[in-house]
C-alpha cells in the first residue's frame, strides 16, 4: 500500500481519528491499537494499525460485504477462517439469538478475535483451520494477517467439519461463512457433511489455488448460486436476498 492510500484508507474508514493513528504509528510507532464503532455494531471494534484490518472493516462493515436477508432466523453460524472476527459481530449484531462458531488458525489474529468478541457471549472461538482431515497443519503468511493459508505442516490444529461439529456440539449449521485463502478446495473436496448445511457464503481463491471453483460447485451441485463481488452465496433450499 502506498503512503497516499494508506492515509485515505485511514481518513475514509475513521475520519481524523484514524488519520491522526497512522500518521503517529509512520511517526512513532504508536498506537498499535485503534478502538472503531461502526453503525449498527453494539461494541467498539479493535483493529490493529498498519496491518489489512482496516480493509477488512471497510469490506464487511461499512461496505456490507456479507449482507444478506435469510428467509429464516439462524441459530447455528460457523465463520470459517474468521480472521479477527468482524463477520462473526456482523452476524451476532444480525441474528443476537445465533450461536457462532468463529473458526481462525493464526496466531495474531485469533487474540484479537477472542479479544473482539469478548463482548458476544453468543461468538464462540474456535484456534483451528479446517481442513479436510484432523491433525496439525501449518499457517503461511501470504499477503500481511489477512492472507493467511493453510499447508501441509505443523503447528496448528486441525479439524474436519465432522470433528468441528461434534466437538461443538452442533447436528447442522444454518449458515457457513468460509473464506480460508485456498484451503476451501481441501474442506470441500470429500464434503459428505454438505447435507448438513443450509446457506453457504464462500469467497472462491482459484488465483491462489486452482480448482476451489471446481470442487465447491461439484459439492454444492443444484444449489441456488448468486455472485457479489468476491463472494459467492449457495442455498441449498431457499432464494436468498442479497440487495443491499
Known amino acids: ?13 475513521l475520519g481524523l481519528k484514524g488519520l491522526l493513528a497512522i500518521s ?11 478502538a472503531a464503532k461502526a453503525a449498527g455494531i453494539r461494541h467498539p471494534l479493535f483493529l490493529r494499525v498498519h496491518t489489512s484490518d482496516l480493509a477488512v472493516y471497510h469490506h464487511i462493515l461499512l461496505e ?8 429464516f432466523v439462524p441459530k447455528t453460524i460457523v465463520d470459517a477462517g474468521a480472521n479477527i472476527g468482524l463477520t462473526s459481530i456482523y452476524y451476532a449484531n444480525q441474528y443476537p439469538e445465533a450461536r457462532i462458531i468463529a473458526v481462525e488458525p493464526e496466531e495474531s489474529n485469533y487474540r484479537a478475535l477472542v479479544h473482539n468478541a ?9 484456534k483451528a483451520a479446517l481442513w479436510n482431515r484432523n491433525g496439525d497443519v501449518a499457517t503461511v503468511d501470504v499477503g500481511g ?16 467439519m465432522h470433528t468441528l461439529m461434534t466437538e461443538s456440539g452442533i447436528d447442522s449449521i444454518d449458515l457457513l461463512k468460509v473464506d480460508v485463502e485456498g484451503a476451501e478446495k481441501e474442506i470441500f473436496s470429500e464434503c459428505d457433511w454438505i447435507g448438513r448445511v443450509r446457506v453457504l ?19 454444492t451441485l443444484g444449489w441456488h448460486r448468486y455472485e457479489r463481488g468476491d463472494l ?11 440487495a443491499a
Not at 503517529?24 to 485503534?34: E, N
Not at 494477517?145 to 474436519?160: I, K, L, M, S
Not at 459467492?232 to 442479497?242: E, K, P, Q, R, V
Request: a negative charge.
Open 1 to 13: 500500500m502506498d503512503i497516499r492510500k494508506g492515509f485515505d484508507t485511514y481518513y475514509h474508514a
Open 24 to 34: 503517529s504509528f509512520r511517526l512513532v510507532g504508536r498506537p498499535r491499537v485503534i
Open 64 to 71: 456490507g460485504e456479507y449482507q444478506l436477508t435469510l428467509p
Open 118 to 126: 469478548s463482548a458476544y457471549p453468543n461468538i464462540e472461538p474456535v
Open 145 to 160: 494477517d489477512w492472507e493467511c493459508q493453510v499447508a501441509e505442516g505443523t503447528g496448528c490444529r486441525a479439524v474436519t
Open 201 to 219: 457464503v464462500v469467497e472462491l481463491h482459484d488465483r491462489f489455488k486452482p480448482g476451489c471453483r471446481e470442487v465447491v460447485e461439484r459439492a
Open 232 to 242: 459467492t452465496f449457495l442455498s441449498a433450499t431457499d432464494a436468498l436476498d442479497l
